[in-house]
């Protein structure tokens, strides 16, 4: 703080303070222009996005943000890719399958959901009864190839004793499928939420759920060139921590969570229930579980011809970003 002069002072007391003043000004003023980091956060159907204004955990964020939304994890892995986004939000063996496409990326936390969040639909008057009724059948698969969707239909079928090359199966984004299976022009396929429940409530019926098939698991990915921008790294924390606590809030408060949801997708609020009831909502670090679990898809993935090449998940995994505050 500076003191006020004296009435004794003289004018080169005046100037000098002056002076300081004038800098200090300055500086203030420099402070204040100097723009905030700022983070493009990837969504997937609003989902991430609803979440953070539902429970306002982004509210006084100490950097600057924008969404940029993809109706799937493949297009969102693509704007990874070329930097268009800092982080992205996908299931598990999306992000192994944007490894194997080259994507810099790093996982970076993990987000935990329930396994009946997708599954196999087919119509509502369809002769296809059982997993094993598919021989012979096309199963249209959103969104590309190495989607949460494919790995769910392969474990299916390999679960009924069916082999993959007696069903023939088709890579369609999720949003063209949907039009396809109001329409009946679709006779089986797998997705994953939202598009799962909205099938569902148009009167779709179960084949076969996710539950003991797939992890449940979503992890949060940084972009190489993002992290290693200290600003960026550091933001990319706070974006982490506000995940957490974002989390936390809609698992205290579901009811709160599935109207803000039904407000930003305009959904009915009885689908936009169901919906984040089993969303992937808790956000933790990555633990050694989460490396090993997603490690098991990676092999299987390769095994099974969904990935080309066999990841070493720990080589794409950085634990050192984000350790959540106590």
Same mark, same amino acid.
């Given at each position: 703080?500076?003191?006020?002069?004296?009435?004794?002072?003289?004018?080169?007391?005046?100037?000098?303070?002056?002076?300081?003043l004038s800098l200090a000004a300055a500086g203030s003023l420099r402070a204040f222009a100097q723009p905030r980091t700022?983070?493009?956060?990837?969504?997937?159907?609003?989902?991430?996005?609803?979440?953070?204004?539902?429970?306002?955990?982004?509210?006084?964020?100490?950097?600057?943000?924008?969404?940029?939304?993809?109706?799937?994890?493949?297009?969102?892995?693509?704007?990874?890719?070329?930097?268009?986004?800092?982080?992205?939000?996908?299931?598990?063996?999306?992000?192994?399958?944007?490894?194997?496409?080259?994507?810099?990326?790093?996982i970076v936390a993990t987000r935990v959901g329930k396994a009946d969040s997708l599954g196999i639909v087919v119509q509502p008057d369809s002769p296809l009864r059982s997993v094993a009724d598919l021989r012979?059948?096309?199963?249209?698969?959103?969104?590309?190839?190495?989607?949460?969707?494919?790995?769910?239909?392969?474990?299916?079928?390999?679960?009924?004793?069916?082999?993959?090359?007696?069903?023939?199966?088709?890579?369609?984004?999720?949003?063209?499928?949907?039009?396809?299976?109001?329409?009946?022009?679709?006779?089986?396929?797998?997705?994953?939420?939202?598009?799962?429940?909205?099938?569902?409530?148009?009167?779709?019926?179960?084949?076969?759920?996710?539950?003991?098939?797939?992890?449940?698991?979503?992890?949060?990915?940084?972009?190489?060139?993002?992290?290693?921008?200290? $600003?960026?790294? !550091? +933001?990319?924390?706070?974006?982490? %921590? =506000?995940? &957490? @606590?974002? /989390?936390?809030?809609?698992?205290?408060?579901?009811?709160?969570?599935?109207?803000?949801?039904?407000?930003?997708?305009?959904?009915?609020?009885?689908?936009?229930?169901?919906?984040?009831?089993?969303?992937?909502?808790?956000?933790?670090?990555?633990?050694? $579980?989460?490396? !090993? +679990?997603?490690?098991?898809?990676? %092999? =299987?993935? &390769? @095994?099974? /011809?969904?990935?080309?090449?066999?990841?070493?998940?720990?080589?794409?995994?950085?634990?050192?970003?984000?350790?959540?505050?106590?």
């Amino acid at each position: 703080m500076t003191l006020p002069l004296s009435p004794k002072a003289t004018r080169r007391d005046w100037l000098k303070q002056g002076a300081a003043l004038s800098l200090a000004a300055a500086g203030s003023l420099r402070a204040f222009a100097q723009p905030r980091t700022s983070l493009v956060l990837g969504d997937q159907a609003g989902g991430l996005r609803s979440l953070f204004e539902a429970s306002r955990a982004l509210d006084g964020a100490p950097f600057a943000y924008r969404w940029a939304n993809f109706q799937g994890a493949a297009p969102l892995f693509e704007a990874q890719r070329s930097a268009a986004v800092d982080t992205a939000m996908a299931g598990d063996l999306p992000v192994l399958a944007a490894a194997v496409g080259k994507t810099p990326l790093k996982i970076v936390a993990t987000r935990v959901g329930k396994a009946d969040s997708l599954g196999i639909v087919v119509q509502p008057d369809s002769p296809l009864r059982s997993v094993a009724d598919l021989r012979g059948k096309t199963v249209i698969v959103s969104s590309a190839r190495g989607s949460i969707s494919q790995y769910q239909l392969y474990g299916a079928l390999e679960e009924a004793g069916v082999k993959r090359e007696e069903v023939t199966v088709k890579f369609v984004l999720p949003t063209d499928a949907a039009a396809a299976f109001a329409s009946k022009q679709i006779d089986a396929w797998a997705i994953f939420d939202p598009y799962y429940t909205i099938a569902l409530q148009q009167g779709g019926r179960i084949l076969r759920d996710g539950r003991g098939i797939n992890t449940a698991l979503g992890f949060i990915t940084a972009t190489e060139s993002s992290l290693a921008d200290p $600003a960026k790294r !550091a +933001a990319i924390v706070q974006f982490l %921590d =506000r995940l &957490a @606590r974002a /989390g936390d809030w809609a698992l205290a408060n579901p009811e709160a969570y599935a109207q803000a949801y039904s407000q930003l997708t305009r959904l009915p609020i009885e689908s936009s229930r169901i919906i984040t009831a089993r969303a992937s909502v808790a956000g933790r670090p990555v633990s050694e $579980a989460d490396i !090993a +679990a997603l490690q098991t898809v990676a %092999d =299987r993935s &390769a @095994r099974d /011809g969904i990935l080309s090449v066999r990841v070493d998940v720990r080589a794409i995994t950085d634990t050192g970003v984000w350790k959540r505050p106590a």
